[in-house]
Nanobody
């Protein structure tokens, strides 16, 4: 299983950025993809997740109504559209995969078995 996150960069507060997560190596299509982030000096936190086949989504309250997670099954890619960015959104963003059932709000407490390398998002004030 491989997960490749991309799309990070420097953006001003109020701006937008789209992250991509390309997934490969899964033996079936029934897996969830999630985004997590870790700011300097802070613990990793859940951002958003999407059920690969059903389109179910779940968001952390801190990003709800600002971030949108979506997927393109034909490209095995999940996107995180981030809008109205704030300096506190600055972090390394990681995509992860869960081959088991979609866990929704449980992702606030647990991670996922598979992880990719992160991509840095910096929001300047």
């Amino acid at each position: 299983v491989q997960l490749q996150a991309s799309g990070g960069g420097l953006v001003q507060a109020g701006g937008s950025l789209r992250l991509s997560c390309a997934a490969s190596g899964f033996t079936s299509d029934d897996y969830a993809i999630g985004w997590f982030r870790q700011a300097p000096g802070k613990e990793r936190e859940f951002v958003a997740a999407i059920d690969w086949s059903g389109g179910r989504t779940y968001y952390a309250d801190s990003v709800k109504d600002r971030f949108t997670i979506s997927r393109d099954n034909s490209k095995n890619t999940v996107y995180l559209q981030m809008s109205s960015l704030k300096p506190e959104d600055t972090a390394v963003y990681y995509c992860a995969a869960d081959p088991q059932r979609f866990k929704g709000s449980d992702y606030l407490k647990v991670g996922m078995p598979y992880w990719g390398k992160g991509t840095l998002v910096t929001v300047s004030s």
